[in-house]
């Protein structure tokens, strides 16, 4: 062989060994040790100030070889982040609040952005550049303490989609928050049980239609307003033979695990579901009244949502108890001071614009001047 086709050759060679090796790298990941250009992302945990507050920074950059199908290639880039701690194969996702970082359909994240036009089919980015930094205050991670996170930075072509580039790397990440949203998930699950036991036997265990749509409306928007996705197993959960050791079982997780936001919302739902059954027992009255001492709500707050939600036409022999916040507790003094509160609360509304508010004040007088004289005949008795 001479001269001239040994140097031919050898171009030949080395000319396919740089248009072969960059496209070698997707498949086979150890030859990226042959090419000192090798497509790679980093990500960097930084401290931020953000009015007065310090949060978590991540940065996310790229830097390497680029390889196109075609000159002037227009190109995408994505970050995406999921939860390996468990493992490569049980990956947990992460989800955002920012709607601009997540998918079209729920909330997992997901950061997509214009990369720009790379004008050759074999370009280098040889500093690094950041493709994205992100505020670890709007991620959800699935559970608190020590994690490993996987970042996934990929170059696709736009239009078609195409993937041109990927790379991964990961970070240990200590997540601080006092639940992740697994956690949080279960334990909505448990107090949703709770509450649906609760609403259940607010409608007696028979709803009717309109009562049915309360429960239903309430468990949507608890639900919705979560962005939690599961199912709820009520019997799964709080396993009873009884609705008594169901009603202690239910009591007992919202204690422990509902905030008071949640139980307030809980109980003015129960006072509208028995409102819409009436006449309203005595028997109902009252383990409304107990329900709201067991899930610990204060009296007043209790009263004002009967009151509101519980007319007194609507009720079976009003109690005192529960529409005045009287009870056999007080004494003779405080009985007094109650009912004068009252008076002057429900007086000031005689004249009131809404007609509605009118004729109840109307009642509530009538009422109140009905309890105060019973009251003093059985002092004096």
């Known amino acids: 062989m001479n001269t001239a086709a040994i140097i031919i050759l050898t171009a030949i060679i080395t000319a396919s060994l740089v248009w072969i090796l960059p496209r070698l790298r997707s498949f086979l990941p150890g030859l990226k040790g042959l090419d000192p250009y090798h497509f790679e992302n980093r990500v960097e945990l930084l401290g931020k100030s953000v009015d007065g507050a310090e949060i978590d920074m991540l940065v996310v950059s790229m830097r390497g070889r680029i390889t196109t199908p075609c000159d002037s290639c227009d190109t995408n880039v994505s970050v995406e982040i999921v939860d390996i701690t468990e493992g490569l194969l049980e990956p947990l996702r992460i989800l955002c609040t920012q709607p601009n970082m997540k998918r079209a359909e729920g909330m997992e994240f997901f950061y997509q952005t214009h990369n720009g036009i790379i004008p050759g089919r074999d370009a280098i980015l040889p500093q690094w550049r950041t493709v994205l930094e992100l505020g670890c205050d709007v991620l959800r991670f699935p559970k608190r303490g020590q994690r490993l996170l996987q970042f996934t930075t990929r170059i696709t072509q736009a239009g078609t989609g195409r993937e041109l580039v990927v790379a991964r790397t990961t970070l240990n990440y200590f997540v601080a928050a006092a639940e992740g949203y697994l956690d949080f998930e279960k334990r909505l699950e448990q107090i949703l049980a709770g509450g649906y036991i609760l609403v259940h036997q607010a409608a007696e265990n028979q709803p009717n239609p309109e009562q049915q749509k309360l429960i239903e409306n309430w468990l949507n928007e608890c639900v919705n307003h979560s962005a939690a996705n599961f199912t709820i197993d009520v019997h799964k959960v709080i396993p009873s033979e009884t609705p008594e050791q169901a009603l202690d079982k239910a009591c007992e997780i919202l204690i422990q695990r509902a905030d008071t936001n949640f139980r307030f ?20 009255q009252d383990w409304l009244k107990n329900l709201s001492e067991r899930i610990e709500l204060p009296t007043d707050r209790f009263q004002a949502i009967y009151q509101k939600y519980l007319p007194l036409d609507a009720q079976e022999n009003p109690d005192p108890a529960c529409v005045l916040g009287i009870d056999p507790t007080l004494t003779a003094e405080e009985t007094l001071k109650r009912l004068t509160e009252e008076y002057r609360k429900w007086n000031s509304r005689v004249n009131h614009p809404d007609a509605k508010v009118r004729q109840q004040a109307d ?3 009538s009422y109140l001047t009905e309890v105060r004289s019973r009251l003093l005949a059985e002092s004096k008795s």
């Open 265 to 284: 919302g809980l109980i003015e739902v129960c006072v509208k579901i028995a409102s819409a059954a009436q006449p309203v027992s005595r028997q109902l």
């Open 363 to 365: 009642k509530m007088l």
